[in-house]
């Protein structure tokens, strides 16, 4: 079973960067580390979970959220089994708790994922 812990988050001002991290570890035996896609997703006060970015397992291929691509890039270090979300030019509206997940294929969807982190809160203010 897979297990994922986050770090990096904190308080930031607009306009600030951060970077979060997701170390995964528990895998089954007859998978490689880094076999799975992970997500970065964030649940803001009052709002729904919404997905921000996936990385396949390979890192060959991300995608993003329309409202945080350019500003946010997902990366990840299989030798070290940490997946990263650089996060700049954030803004007040991305403040809210970020979550990672596992998943063998990257997919929108968070019903999706089998494994999450415990989250790291994220909070954009002056």
């Known amino acids: 079973q897979l297990q994922l812990v986050e770090s990096g988050g904190g308080l930031v001002q607009p306009g600030g960067s951060l970077r979060l991290s997701c170390v995964t570890s528990?895998?089954?035996?007859?998978?490689?580390?880094?076999?799975?896609?992970i997500g970065w997703f964030r649940q803001a006060p009052g709002k729904e979970r919404e997905a921000l970015s996936c990385?396949?397992?390979?890192?060959?291929?991300?995608n993003y959220l329309d409202s945080v691509r350019g500003r946010f890039t997902i990366s990840r270090d299989n030798a070290k089994s940490t997946v990263y979300l650089h996060m700049y030019s954030l803004k007040p509206e991305d403040t809210g708790i970020y979550y990672c997940?596992?998943?063998?294929?990257?997919?929108?969807?968070?019903?999706?994922?089998?494994?999450w982190g415990q989250g790291t809160q994220v909070t954009v203010s002056s």
């Open positions: 997940a596992g998943l063998d294929v990257c997919s929108n969807y968070d019903v999706d994922y089998d494994y």
């Open positions: 528990g895998f089954n035996p007859d998978h490689y580390p880094g076999y799975y896609a």
């Open positions: 990385i396949t397992s390979s890192g060959e291929s991300t």
